[in-house]
Each structure stands twice: as C-alpha cells, then as structure tokens.
C-alpha cells in the first residue's frame, strides 16, 4: 500500500515518480493552451472565454448550441456560460432563439457578424500559428497530435469506467 506523507512548509505538495510523463504532458499542455489564451485575448477584443463559447459555436454544425451543452462542452460553471452569452449577445455576436418544440429552451447561435468575426478571427489565428510552429519538425507535430489524442481517448474512457 502507498504511503502519504504531509509535505513540511517550503516543499512541494506534489512529486510525481519519473516515469508519470503523462502527468507532466498533460500539465505543459494546460499552460500552454493558458499562454496562447492570453495571446489571443491581447491580439483580438475576445477574453479567452469569449473566444471559446464562440468557437464552439462556430465549430457546431448549424452554428448552435445551448448553454447546457456549452457548459459541459466547456467543462465551466453553467451559470458562467449564460454570462458570457449575455455579454456576447450585447456585442451583437450571438443571439438566443426560440425553440419551436420546447418553449423552456433557448438555443444559442452566432449571428452573422460573429461568422464574420470568428472567420477573421481563425485566419489571423492560422498566422500566428504559422510563425509559432516554424521551427517545429512536421513530423514532431504529427507524433504530439497522435500522442495527444490517444492520451484523450484513454482519458474519457477512464471517465467513463462506473
């Protein structure tokens, strides 16, 4: 049986044994999913989480979704998720519609300024993504992709294990 010790003042909370790469992979993808947030919130008038919901949005295959799905989508608080919606409705980028089978929902979709904005947005992004990987080996990339994706595969079905 593993044991736990209570770390004393001024060390580490967490050591992780050496072979735990994935722990530390996961964590420079964080930070750098983080950075690149932050970028992008100084290189456009989008928080991160402004540009998030708007992706997603984008990226649905009719441009619509609902706050539920955004949420969970997003794994952020729902109450969030109306928040930002509400700020983005007033920008004019989004706007909630009726739905005609069930009154109590009200889907949310991009208005044709947000299409326009975010196709603007994504290829000013391609740029910056361009001169960020220009010294990466392709073949790197395509292994990081490949190792990543197993990584989140393997992730949900743990998440799924009762």
Partial sequence: MD???TPEPGDAVFTHAPDAV??????EVILTYRQM????????????????????????ADGRSTVS??????SVDPAAVTRLVARLTELGLVEREADA?????RPV??????????????AALHKREAVMTQNLDPQDIAAT????????????ALSRRP
């Avoid at 799905?69 to 997003?74: G, H, K, P, Q």
């Fill in 101 to 105: 089978r069930d009154g109590r929902r």
């Fill in 145 to 156: 992709i490949r190792v990543l994706a197993s990584m989140r595969l393997a992730a949900d």
């Fill in 37 to 60: 947030m932050r970028s992008l919130a100084g290189a456009s008038e989008f928080t991160g989480a402004q540009f998030e919901v708007l992706r997603q949005l984008a990226v649905a």
């Fill in 69 to 74: 799905a955004l949420s969970r989508e997003l």
């Fill in 109 to 122: 979709l991009l208005t044709g300024e947000g299409r326009r904005r975010m196709g603007a947005l994504h």
């Fill in 3 to 5: 044991t736990v010790t």
């Fill in 22 to 27: 994935s722990v530390h992979l996961w964590r």
